[in-house]
């Protein structure tokens, strides 16, 4: 992300394949509502600007069709692309809900075992989203039960583990 106001960006989903001969994509996101016609996007592969010209669900993930992109080929050079979008265009987020991105980098200090590390990235499963924590990758849920507490001002988290936690 940028520091400028306006220039901020947030990755909000990935292409994880084509679907069909007109050039539609399959693109896996945590939050579908951050895609709407009209939105433009940078994809990572080529850092080109695209526009998102339709979109529909499909199982688990978004079919979504590009301005411009209106062939398998075309649609073929956009496969494992980051999709980031400027903050300022997508839907505001509920109080207490984070993007993985203001997320990443965050310290993660435990009541009983101290700084567990950084926030090097988010896993999203079915029953809950996991930190990604430190050297180790020790998955941290976020969970109230876990006494995750995010403070985006300082830019830390605290939780409080179970006791045999960190053996897992």
Known sequence: MTAEAGDARAVIGRVAGTFGLRGEVKVVTTDPSDF???????ASTGDRELVIAALRPHKERLLVLFEGVD???AAEALNGAELSAHISDLPALPPNTFRDDDLIGMRVTDARLGDLGAVTSIAHYPHADMLVVGDRSLLVPMLAAYGVVIDVESK???T?????????
């Open 160 to 168: 409080a583990l179970p006791l045999g936690f960190e053996d897992l």
């Open 71 to 73: 062939d398998l080929t």
């Open 156 to 158: 830390a988290i605290s």
């Open 36 to 42: 709407r016609p009209g939105l433009s996007v940078r």
